[in-house]
């Protein structure tokens, strides 16, 4: 066993990740959807959370979107990562590079990543107009922004790995928003209540534990918890490993 | 440079290459014929390590594509078949980004892609976004990207196919000026190119070796020349089987 091949992960981690921000930011893609999760995220905080109305110095309201809406905007901006090389051919051609694949897979996965940091980057007058209604719990809102990071880069970790397996970017997206609807309403009240009802108290807090939901309501209240940051990031590892499988089946023939 | 053995490749049922071997050394120039679904383009995404062998193995400048992959990845230069491309990118972006997914420090990185857009006379639409270019240009700009990191060995599927005469023979004097030093594979089903580029032609069918000759002796084989030739071994295959 010759272990890891770190030149060659790091050789196709950076070129992957300078390839895909290129494809971002050269076309409207970024932009669009930069543009479209604000305006979304603006108008539920603004109005069905009625951030104004409370009068609290508090982010709650507008974090509490952020779930709901990586579910379905995290798996738009994945849904070609891997699609479109199978679809274009040139799937094809970076195989044939000399670079491991988990590089590639990371520097594709790193570059989405890019796209929703500035996204969430962007979102900071939400944090200044905070600021203004009154003493804010500055610490407690970074923490909840990079566990809110985190979580973002799991979503998109789901949306990369299903796009491997078809050359519909459609598909891809379709089947990205259904795996992360499910891990994400497996920490919903509703769904636990509802579990707990006919499977048992413990089998409904057992599937709670799977939701991202769940580990992202910890970070609402202010508090890191390690557990929750191992449970994102290991789920990215896996998402990754699976990725990585997917890809490298293409090798032994499948279209 | 480069020497196949034994490789093995089916798709369920059907068997793609069947224990092919041969072995090309430098300054040879292939031409590796064969009809549609002869088992050309997957001998090449074997050797380039795009697809495993189910068996055998192919050696590239002394690198095993079996158990040393990216050595032997690194030792090879590819232009898939419809040279694929990212057609959001410029040829100069698409360039920069194959230097750096060979390893090349930036100062090698800008010699090389000034010396690939020369080779492949592709200067006045370097800055051009790919979507916009001519399928002839494409090709160049993917015949570019296969040289960038100057390899030993280069693979070459269908390189002229799409290219008007003039960037044909734009094509063949490349090819020519690189053959000394370099072990170049063309796999190809436009026969005229085999006598203008290649000094050894290899014509498989169903994935077996039936000819490997210099152009001279298959074209004399029949009285019509190279086509005939080339269809009399693929009749003859076929009576057979």
């Keep these: 066993m010759s272990g890891i091949d770190w030149t060659g992960t790091l050789t196709g981690l950076r070129a992957a990740w300078r390839r895909e921000i290129s494809a971002y930011f050269a076309t409207p893609l970024a932009y669009v959807f930069v543009a479209i999760f604000l305006l979304v995220l603006g108008v539920f905080t603004w109005d069905l959370s009625r951030f104004f109305d409370t009068g609290a110095a508090d982010l709650g309201p507008f974090f509490y979107w952020h779930p709901w809406l990586f579910m379905l905007f995290m798996p738009a901006l994945a849904m070609r990562l891997w699609s479109e090389e199978v679809n274009q051919g040139t799937a094809e051609l970076i195989l044939s590079l000399p670079v491991s694949l988990p590089g590639l897979v990371i520097g594709k996965l790193l570059a989405a990543w890019t796209v929703a940091a500035f996204a969430l980057l962007l979102t900071f007058p939400w944090w200044i107009a905070v600021n203004i209604l009154g003493p804010a719990d500055n610490a407690a809102i970074a923490l909840t922004y990079l566990m809110s990071l985190i979580m973002a880069g799991a979503y998109l970790a789901i949306g990369a790995a299903v796009s491997a397996l078809t050359r519909s970017a459609v598909l891809a997206f379709v089947s990205g928003v259904l795996v992360a609807f499910l891990l994400t309403a497996a920490g919903w009240p509703i769904v636990t209540g509802a579990v707990a009802e006919v499977l048992g108290a413990n089998a409904g807090d057992a599937i709670a534990q799977f939701s991202f939901l769940t580990h992202f309501e910890t970070a609402q209240r202010g508090v890191l918890e390690l557990r929750g940051v191992l449970f994102f990031l290991g789920f990215i590892g896996l998402c990754v490993a699976l990725n990585t499988l997917f890809v490298s089946h293409r090798r032994g023939g499948a279209q | ?241």
């Design chain 2, 1 to 241: 440079m480069l020497d196949l053995q034994n490789l093995r490749k089916a798709f369920g049922p059907h068997l793609a290459v069947a224990d092919l071997s041969f072995n090309l050394g430098k300054g040879e120039v292939l031409g590796f014929l064969g009809q549609n679904g002869a088992g050309k383009s997957t001998t090449m995404r074997m050797v380039a390590g795009v697809l495993e062998p189910d068996a055998g193995d192919a050696i590239i400048a002394g690198q095993s594509v079996v158990t040393d992959r990216r050595a032997a990845q690194a030792q090879i230069g590819y232009l898939p078949e419809g040279a694929p491309l990212y057609r959001d990118m410029t040829p100069i972006t698409f360039l920069r980004f194959m230097a750096d997914a060979h390893g090349l420090t930036r100062g090698d990185r800008k010699n090389a892609v000034e010396r690939v857009v020369a080779d492949a006379r592709i200067a006045n639409v370097a800055g051009k976004p790919i979507s916009a270019l001519s399928k002839g240009y494409r090709r160049r700009v993917g015949l570019a990207a296969a040289l960038i990191h100057d390899p030993p060995v280069l693979l070459l599927d269908e390189p002229t196919d799409g290219l008007d005469p003039i960037q044909k023979r734009a094509v063949r004097a490349l090819v020519a000026r690189m053959a000394p030093e370099k072990a170049i594979v063309i796999s190809t089903h436009t026969l005229e190119e085999v006598p203008a580029m290649c000094s050894r032609v290899i014509v498989i069918d169903q994935g077996h070796v039936v000819a490997d000759q210099t152009p001279d002796e298959l074209s004399a084989r029949q009285p019509g020349g190279l086509e005939e030739a080339f269809i009399a071994l693929a009749d003859s295959r076929e009576v057979s089987a």
